[in-house]
């Protein structure tokens, strides 16, 4: 019970202080992460939250990532649009933070946005990502998404995806990790 006043003051408290296309944003991933899950899925998260918070310095991401992956998750770079590995992945499974292993999105989720990167309506969980005020490009504020785990950025999430959510979460594929749910 008491956790569920400290998410609902969590919430709030967030909610207060981002502009209001980020409290928007809140309310319906909120609703997105109730949305049943199977099983396995549902252990993989129980899992993920007795895991602790990912840090380590760039000199150890740089060693573990590709280059690719290092520009992405680390240095908030954008790969290419349509030429990515699963921006027509239309296999069932699962796709993780492709530097902590973090689950963060279900192919049950995906769409075909037809921006040319894997894009998705809702996040497994809510509490799987973080939500991060963008204003890198000039004149524009976007809200980015960064795993929730390790702080390494997956991509950014725009209030004009399908329903149930409205949202579409445009991430790159060189921040994730795909595995295929046989
Ligand atoms: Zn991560």
Redesign the pocket.
């Known amino acids: 019970m008491i956790q569920i006043f400290l998410l609902i003051a969590l919430l709030h408290l967030t909610a207060c202080n981002q502009p209001e296309t980020s409290a928007a944003f809140m309310s319906a991933t909120a609703l997105a992460g109730d949305e049943p899950l199977d099983q396995e899925l549902e252990a993989e998260l129980s899992e993920a939250a007795l895991q602790d918070t990912?840090v380590k310095t760039e000199v150890e991401w740089r060693r573990q990532l590709t280059p690719e992956q290092y520009y992405v998750l680390r240095q908030e770079g954008t790969e290419p649009p349509f030429k990515n590995k699963y921006n027509s992945n239309k296999k069932k499974g699962t796709y993780y933070?492709g530097?902590?292993?973090?689950p963060l999105f279900s192919s049950a989720t995906k769409f075909e946005s037809g921006t040319g990167w894997p894009s998705f309506y809702a996040p497994i969980a809510r509490k799987q990502i973080k939500a991060v005020e963008d204003r890198s490009f000039p004149g524009e504020v976007r809200t980015e998404v960064e795993?929730a785990?390790?702080?390494?950025h997956i991509g950014h999430v725009f209030e004009d995806g399908p329903k149930p959510t409205g949202l579409r979460y445009c991430l790159n594929s060189a921040a994730l990790d795909f595995r295929e749910k046989k």
């Open positions: 990912v933070c530097a902590c292993g973090n795993c785990r390790c702080g390494s």
